[in-house]
Every structure is written in C-alpha cells, then in structure tokens.
C-alpha cells in the first residue's frame, strides 16, 4: 500500500506541475500581447472552428443547429474534438466558456456548479492503473488536483470502466465548502501520451434533479488513438 499512496502522491505533483507550467507561460505571452495590443487579435482554435460552422450553416440549411442536435439525442449536443481526439455529451442550455487551464467547458449560466469540462496532461503511462487502484487514483484527484485545500472531499464511490479497449476510471465525490457542497462526477484515462480528465457536477440541493444528466455526460466520455 506504501508504493500505491508514493504513485498517486506523484501524480497529484505532476497533475499540478502541469497546470504551473500553464500559468507560467501565460505570464510570458502576457507582455507580447500587451506589446501587440494594436495588432489584429488572432482567433482560437475554437472560435475559428465556431466560425466556420456559423458561415456553413448560413449558406447551407443541412448543417444541424445545437438545438437540433439535442433533439434527435434526447436533449443532450454532442462535442467532437478530432484534434485531442475525445468526444462527450452536454445538456443543451448550456454555453461554451473559456477557462485557463482547461480545454473546453460547458455550463449553465445561472447555476454556476453545473459544468462539464475536460484537461489533459502530459502522461508516461499507459494505463490509467499504473498510477494505483481505482479508489485510490479518484480520492488523490478529487482531494489534491479538484478541489481547493479548503474544502472537506468524501468519496462517494470509484469503477473501472472499459470501452473499445481502454480503461476509464469513473468516480463521484462531494467537495464541501462553507455554504454550498459540490457533488461531483469525472472519469479519467491515459491515451496519446496524456492524462484526460472529465469533471462534471452540481451543487448537492440540485442532484436529485441533475445527476441524471450528469451521470450521462460521464457515460458518454470517450478518448480514441490520435494517428
């Protein structure tokens, strides 16, 4: 058990050396685009991508809205990044905003805690396992990567999950805070190099309405071979 607890403890450091090295280099570009204010600003990988799909769709009825989309799929919109090769569901409703250190998120406007968002970190494994047992691996990031020191973590239960070869670890957990408590859901694997995280939830008043809906963008999670 002392190996397991040393492994999952190195890889909460390597999980927030990452996100370090992501905020040191955006203190780097800050002066650049400080000195490049005048410069015309250069669109995001997404924002081009949400461009073109908005230029397709006014030249050509075929190409399906958000709305129709959730609706052949019971009210959730599909997202497909060819590019980190990983795709989930959303609840439709819920709008696309940029936070630092992660590569998309998805949540509802007026409830903050209903989100979905997906990281990705350099990784030297190959199998989700290498870094402990299941409990272990989802208490070590729900309390030392997910949640901020402050707040009191309870796991609420952790499973394997294999799909087209792969293994995922789903977990669910409460993080409690002074006024409110998250009660969360994510799923974790190791593909192309990288750990690939998938954080959703909600505030607990709202889970017996929500954890339908959250369970199904946790089944939905998949990450593919890049080639």
Avoid at 27 to 42: D, T
Avoid at 54 to 73: I, Q
Avoid at 213 to 220: I, Y
């Amino acid at each position: 058990m002392a190996q397991v607890v040393s492994s999952s403890t190195k890889f909460a450091q390597a999980t927030r050396s990452s996100a370090a090295v992501r905020s040191s280099r955006s203190a780097k570009i800050a002066p650049r685009c400080a000195a490049n204010q005048n410069a015309a600003p250069q669109p995001s990988r997404r924002e081009a991508l949400n461009l073109a799909l908005f230029a397709a769709a006014s030249f050509s009825p075929l190409v399906a809205t958000p709305a129709a989309l959730a609706k052949g799929r019971g009210g959730f919109v599909p997202v497909n990044d060819q590019q980190d090769a990983y795709q989930f569901l959303y609840p439709f409703g819920w709008q696309e905003v940029s936070v630092d250190g992660l590569d998309v998120v998805y949540k509802d406007v007026i409830e903050p805690l209903e989100a979905v968002s997906v990281s990705m970190v350099p990784s030297d494994k190959k199998d989700i396992l290498e870094y402990g047992e299941a409990k272990e691996v989802a208490f070590t990031l729900a309390d030392k990567v997910m949640t901020a020191p402050t707040q009191e973590v309870t796991l609420v239960n952790a499973a394997e999950r294999m799909q087209d070869g792969r293994r995922y670890i789903d977990f669910e957990f409460l993080a409690k805070s002074k006024g409110y408590t998250k009660h969360a859901l994510a799923s974790v694997t190791i593909a192309n190099g990288k750990l690939y995280t998938l954080e959703t939830g909600s505030n607990e008043r709202r889970w017996s309405k929500m954890q339908d809906k959250v369970k199904q963008v946790v089944k939905s999670f998949v990450v593919s071979d890049r080639y």
